[in-house]
């Protein structure tokens, strides 16, 4: 139990620490971008893949993601305080994982495909990489005939983990 005093101290306390953190510069604009990093252009990446839904699929997930999750507006390139812009390079889709158990039918129950790019996000004021990966890699795993749906994990991965890596630049 507190007694009287201690519970003026302890107001107290909590006082001083709201003062001191209204005293605080520090923010989340841009969800760990830099504070001046409040637009965005995602440049169209550059497709090496024989997938032509891929890159679309891909870029529109990005694009609500960058907005919903890091706070950020859509830009022209010529506008945006900083651009995306990366290269699809490899697509696998068809990676047999587990097998028919019928031995006369050599079918693969589960498939699995490797999604493939390199990124970066650059800050057009300060003329610099702000995060940048290359090789970045994720996979999802389908039923047979069902490849959209590996695809679609993929795609949701990696830009999990561009969004991640953006918000890491502390």
Known sequence: MLRSGGRSTAASLLILFAV???GCSYGFAGGGL???VRS?????FDNQT?????QQEFMARL???????????EAGEAQANAVVRGIITRYEPDIPVAFSADRTQSVAARRKLMLVVDIEIYDQAAGRVLWARKGMSAEGEY????????????????????????????
């Open 20 to 22: 001191m953190l209204g």
């Open 34 to 36: 830099p504070p001046a």
């Open 40 to 44: 965005i252009a995602i440049i169209p």
């Open 50 to 54: 024989s997938s032509a839904e891929l």
């Open 63 to 73: 694009r609500r993601e960058m907005r919903a999750r890091l706070g950020l507006r």
């Open 143 to 170: 039923a047979e005939r069902a490849e959209a749906e590996g695809r679609r994990q993929a795609i949701e991965k990696l830009v999990n983990d561009v969004i991640e890596g953006a918000q890491s630049q502390w």
